[in-house]
C-alpha cells in the first residue's frame, strides 16, 4: 500500500522559514513527478510547486518563486518542501501529492503550516 | 481569483442529476487535460477524474467527465447524500508553467 507520511508543519513568524518533508512508501517513489498543493482556512487547492522523478525539472507557483524550493532524495524516497521568508496568506494546509494528474495519484495527510506573529 | 472558473454552488435532490462546469482559456483547459477531485469535509482530496474522462478504479460510474474547447463538465447523476462535498478541477496552465484549480464547487444535496 503507498503512503506518504508528512512531517515539519508548524507555528512561525513572519519572515521566517520552515522545512516540509514527505516519506514515501509502497512504491517506486522514483518513478513519479511529486507535488505540493496547499489549502488555505476555509479555501480552495492551490498548487504550490512540482519536480520530476530525477529532480532536474521545477515549477512553481509564481509567488512561491524565489523563496520557496522543491527537491526530492530518491534514495531515501521523500520530498521536501523548503519555504524562506514566509508570509502571513502563507498559512495553509499543505499537501503531498504523487503523479498528481494520473490515475495512481496519492494525496499525505496534510501538515498545517502557521505563519503569525 | 482562481485561473479556472466554477460556480461556488450546486445543488439538486437525491436521485438527481447535477453538472458542474469548469472554464478556462486556450493555455490551460484549452490544451490540457483536465482532472476533478472530491474533498469531503476534514479529509484530503480524491482523484474522481483523470485524463478529460476517465474514472480510476474505485470511482463510480455515476460521475463523468467532458470537455470541449477551454470547458470542462463534471457530471453526476443518481445523486446521495454521501456526495456532499467540494469539487474542484484542474489543469495545467502552459502560459503560467504550473498547475492550475479552479475555486471550487460547494455541492449540496437537498
Known amino acids: 500500500e503507498v503512503q506518504l507520511v508528512q512531517s515539519g508543519g508548524g507555528l512561525v513568524q513572519p519572515g521566517g522559514s520552515l522545512r516540509l518533508s514527505c516519506a514515501a512508501s509502497?512504491?517506486?517513489?522514483?518513478?513519479?513527478?511529486m507535488n505540493w498543493v496547499r489549502q488555505a482556512p476555509g479555501k480552495g487547492l492551490e498548487w504550490v510547486a512540482n519536480i520530476n522523478q530525477d529532480g532536474s525539472e521545477k515549477h512553481y507557483l509564481v509567488s512561491g518563486r524565489g523563496r520557496f524550493t522543491i527537491s526530492r532524495d530518491n534514495a531515501k524516497n521523500s520530498l521536501y518542501l523548503q519555504m524562506n521568508s514566509l508570509r502571513v496568506e502563507d498559512t495553509a494546509v499543505y499537501y503531498c501529492v504523487r503523479a498528481l494528474f494520473a490515475a495512481n495519484t496519492y494525496w499525505g495527510q496534510g501538515t498545517l503550516v502557521t505563519v503569525s506573529s | 481569483q482562481s485561473v479556472l472558473t466554477q460556480p461556488p454552488s450546486v445543488s439538486a435532490a437525491p436521485g438527481q442529476k447535477v453538472t458542474i462546469s469548469c472554464s478556462g482559456s486556450s493555455s490551460n483547459i484549452g490544451n490540457n487535460y483536465v482532472s476533478w477531485y472530491q474533498q469531503l469535509p476534514g479529509t484530503a482530496p480524491k482523484l474522481l477524474i483523470y485524463d478529460n474522462d476517465k474514472r480510476p478504479s474505485g470511482t463510480p460510474d455515476r460521475f463523468s467527465g467532458s470537455k470541449s474547447g477551454t470547458s470542462a463538465t463534471l457530471g453526476i447523476t443518481g445523486l446521495q447524500t454521501g456526495d456532499e462535498a467540494d469539487y474542484y478541477c484542474g489543469t495545467w496552465d502552459d502560459s503560467l508553467s504550473g498547475v492550475v484549480f479552479g475555486g471550487g464547487t460547494k455541492l449540496t444535496v437537498l
Open positions: 509502497g512504491s517506486t517513489f522514483s518513478s513519479y513527478w
